[in-house]
């Protein structure tokens, strides 16, 4: 299946709008807790075990769009977005947030 940031695919024709497709994936305050308990290869700044975390979370947002994608029959998704959005939450305790990536767009058939 063709996933693309673009709102067409080049070389080819839509033929059909399927509608909005989305999927998420939801990182809990647990996560980021052992994550930075553990964090020894910071570098520049950067940790990558944090960034590995956040590469799984886009890549389960991603898998569940294109499977709802294909209960309808698409064979590609146009216009697709990426957010990652901090949730506060009362009373969770520590932290008390949680990160949510969500992937959407719109599920087509080209030819």
Do not use: C, Q, W
């Amino acid at each position: 299946m063709i996933v693309t940031s673009t709102p067409s695919i080049e070389g080819h024709r839509i033929v059909k709008y399927l509608g909005m497709v989305s999927g998420e994936a939801i990182m809990g305050a647990n996560i980021f807790k052992d994550l930075f308990a553990s964090i020894r290869d910071i570098v520049g700044g950067r940790s990558a075990a944090y960034e590995n975390e956040l590469r799984k979370a886009k890549d389960v947002a991603m898998e569940e769009m294109i499977e709802k994608a294909k209960e309808l029959g698409a064979n590609a998704i146009v216009g697709v977005d990426l957010d990652y959005e901090t949730i506060g939450i009362g009373g969770m305790g520590s932290g008390g947030s949680m990160l949510m990536v969500s992937a959407s767009g719109t599920a087509v058939i080209y030819e």
